[in-house]
């Protein structure tokens, strides 16, 4: 059974049809992408995955199990973490604080455990600090720790938002066009960390991305997305000499 | 504009020092607090009547700040109404004494139980929304309690409630200024641990990333709407406790304490001391107590003070609108 299957995904804002009748799946430890040209509705995808917007028709099974109708905090908490397109760290708190929220959905305590400091609050405080710094250290940044995230360079911050996914130990990893912004030496990096995401740490991960380059060198299976609805999907290579997938990029030969 | 922002910061320099000195320093920081400390505990000794009743003002604020900091400045939540969470601490208290002949200590938990239930009412539906809605709702509450107040049989009316009994502590009946000064002392003490208790913690950590940015929050797996009913639900508790305590150190409680002139100087005591910043929302709070007091006998300048003490407030807002306390810098 694959890890994720969208079935006949429909999104409709009063009128205007982002996504029609989109149905795809994505493997376990596979690494997959979906593209298409700006406004083909990958955001609209992602957003109806990670339950920000709510699909007008169609269903989302996680692990078997539908995902339709809940909210991010509980698809999160399934093991879901997405990051996003334009970075959103919690700006004025410091890098550490900010990686510590991807510990939050796998961990418990609450208002009394703030106000008694028991033993079991104090042990899961280190914990969460430890696997913070661990990741912080993993992405490279562990020395800008105490830095005020909004001080950080653009790259850094794209690393701050990593490490918090990556804290919450996900099963499926999703990134939002996590190449935007990048120059050309920071995707090749990026392309190899991807990879290490799986390797390290057993996820899954899924991205959108309008880099072709980006997602050729680093997927194993491509969607590509136009209008809404899906018009080709396969490896990297079937999916380069489609000529519906050079159509929608480059536009016909009239 | 710049000049006067020019001039400020050079003349603000040495302070900035200070708290460079300050911050850097954890030492110095804990012997600083210390010393603050010591002094609260040892000044009615050497103080008169007068200032400690001003001091009394100071800490009175502080709690209600420190309560609602929790609500504003952690969560990042707008309360227009909160005078009324100290509204209903105080009639619960008021009602529990007189009507019901209960004690003063007895009548704590009743407070809190009602703050919670208050909050949750008022929370529950409004807090699914984008927090805008919260204002506006707590802004109407707040007139809601105030004028139901007014008109009921059991609260008084318009004259509120009167010779309200004063609790013993230990078989000493709570009385003199003294006294209450010490009262509010340690519960003033006891909020600063709370609050702090909060601040660092999963906990806390979840209600600030709820004000920096909800969606964000909701992508880690933040139940944001849960999380703001919490702390609304904590600052309607420290609202209510600080209430009670009122209710009985004033003896006689009236509709005309709980209006917007409150919550709009409580939720300003907190944004001029810089939201979430405990030692700021402190300044704030005293700031507020003890400026009004600083220009009363000046002829003319007296009268005028509320004039100054606006003007003050947006020179302030202007040059500082992160609040008064100093921004946490790189660790």
Known sequence: ?254 | MGFIKQTCHTALKPVRQAYGLLSENKRVQYIVCAALFAAMVAGPLFLGRYVIGVMWDAMFYMLLALGLNIIVGYCGLCDLGYAAKFAIGAYTTGICIQTFGLSFWLSLPVSVVMAIITAVLIGAPTLKLRSDYLAIVTLGFAEIVRITARNLEITGKATGLHSIERPSLFGLQLTKTEHWYYVFLVLVVAFIFISYRIRNSRFGRALAYIREDEDAAQAMGVNTTRYKLYAYMIGAVLGGITGSFYAVRMASISPTTFDFNQSANILLAVILGGMGKIPGVLAGAAFFAIFPELFRDIPVVGDMRMLFFGLLLVVVMILRPQGLWPERKKR
């Open chain 1, 1 to 254: 059974m694959p890890l994720m299957q969208i079935q006949n995904l429909t999104m409709r804002f009063s009128g205007i049809t982002a996504i029609e009748d989109l149905s795809f799946h994505i493997e376990e430890s596979s690494i997959t992408s979906l593209i298409g040209p700006n406004g083909a509705g990958k955001t609209s995808a992602f957003n109806c995955m990670t339950g920000f917007y709510r699909a007008t028709s169609g269903d989302i099974l996680f692990e078997g199990e539908s995902l339709l109708g809940l909210k991010p905090y509980r698809i999160t908490q399934k093991g879901i973490i997405r990051t996003f397109q334009n970075v959103r760290l919690f700006k004025n708190m410091t890098v550490l604080e900010n990686v510590m929220s991807g510990a939050h959905s796998i961990s418990r305590q609450s208002v009394f455990g703030a106000l008694l400091r028991h033993p079991a609050e104090r042990r899961e405080e280190r914990e969460i600090r430890e696997a913070a710094e661990y990741y912080l250290g993993y992405v490279g940044i562990l020395d800008k720790q105490n830095e005020v995230a909004k001080n950080l360079s653009y790259g850094d911050q794209r690393r701050t938002e990593w490490a918090r996914a990556l804290a919450a130990k996900p099963k499926l990893l999703l990134l939002d066009e996590p190449a935007a912004g990048l120059n050309r030496e920071e995707k090749d990096r990026l392309v190899a960390l991807i990879r290490r995401f799986r390797t390290d740490f057993g996820m899954t991960v899924f991205l959108i991305e309008h880099d072709m380059d980006l997602v050729m060198k680093v997927s194993e299976q491509v969607i590509v997305i136009n209008f809404g609805t899906k018009i080709a999907e396969g490896t990297p290579f079937e999916v380069q000499s489609d000529p519906r997938v050079i159509e929608a990029y480059l536009g016909t030969d009239e």
